[in-house]
C-alpha cells in the first residue's frame, strides 16, 4: 500500500502547485496550466512503451512467460498514457491555437503513429493462440515500435513549425524556477501513476493465470 500512498500524495502535491503555484502564462493564460499535464503524460507513455519493450527483450532472452506478461503491461499501460497525451494536446492546442489538430505538424503525426502502431499490437497478440509463438510475436513487435519513441520525441526539435512549443533545448529548460519545479513534481507523479497502475494490472493478470491453472486442474 505504499506505493499507492506515495502516488496519491505526489500527485496532489502537483496538482496544487499546477493551479495554486505555478505562474500564470503571459501568452497563453490560464489554458497554458494543461502543459503541466500534458507532457508528464507524453513523456510517462514513452517510458511504458520502452519499459514494455525492455521487458520484451528479456522474455526473448530468457523465455520467461513473466516477462511476456510484464511487457505486455506495460504497454497496455502506454496505450492509455498515449490516448490521454493526443486528448490533453488536442484540448491545449484548440484552447491556445484554436484548432484541434493539425496534420501539417510532423511531431503531432508521428505521435499518433506511435500510438496506432502500439495499438495494433494487442491485434497481433490476440490474433495468435496463447504459447510461446505469440509471446515471440509480441515481443518482436514491441522491440520494433521502441525505434518510433525518438523519433517521436526528436520531431519536437526538428520541426519546421513551431506550433508545438519546445520548452527544453540546448540552453535547458525554458521556464521560470517556479515552472520547471512544478513541471518536474507532476512527472514524477505520472510515473508513479504508471508504476501503481502496472503493479495493479499485472497482479490481476497474475491472479486470473492461478484461476486459470486451478480450474484446469479441477476439470
Not at 507524453?42 to 522474455?59: D, E, H, I, Q
Not at 495499438?119 to 515500435?145: E, I, T
Request: proline fraction near 4%.
Amino acid at each position: 500500500m505504499k506505493l499507492p500512498a506515495l502516488t496519491t500524495a505526489v500527485f496532489g502535491a502537483a496538482v496544487a502547485l499546477i493551479f495554486f503555484y505555478a505562474p500564470t502564462d503571459a501568452d497563453q493564460g490560464f489554458s497554458q496550466r494543461i502543459f503541466y499535464f500534458h507532457v508528464p503524460i507524453a513523456l510517462t507513455s514513452y517510458a511504458c512503451f520502452g519499459w514494455g519493450a525492455w521487458k520484451a527483450l528479456r522474455y526473448l532472452r530468457t523465455r520467461d512467460e513473466r516477462a511476456d506478461v510484464e511487457s505486455y503491461v506495460a504497454i497496455h499501460q502506454g496505450v492509455v498514457f498515449g490516448a490521454l497525451t493526443l486528448i490533453t494536446g488536442s484540448v491545449w492546442a484548440k484552447a491556445s491555437w484554436g484548432v484541434w489538430w493539425s496534420w501539417s505538424e510532423n511531431q503531432l503525426v508521428l505521435f499518433l503513429v506511435l500510438f496506432l502502431f502500439y495499438c495494433a499490437y494487442f491485434m497481433l497478440r490476440y490474433s495468435v493462440d496463447p504459447g510461446p509463438s505469440r509471446a515471440n510475436m509480441s515481443a518482436v513487435y514491441a522491440l520494433f515500435g521502441v525505434v518510433l519513441i525518438p523519433v517521436s520525441f526528436l520531431a519536437i526539435r526538428l520541426s519546421q513549425h513551431f506550433i508545438h512549443p519546445v520548452v527544453f533545448n540546448s540552453h535547458g529548460p525554458q521556464m521560470t524556477g517556479s515552472q520547471f519545479f512544478t513541471f518536474c513534481v507532476a512527472l514524477v507523479a505520472m510515473l508513479l501513476l504508471f508504476a501503481t497502475l502496472y503493479n495493479v494490472e499485472l497482479a490481476g493478470k497474475r491472479l486470473d493465470a492461478h484461476v486459470r491453472d486451478l480450474r484446469e486442474l479441477l476439470t
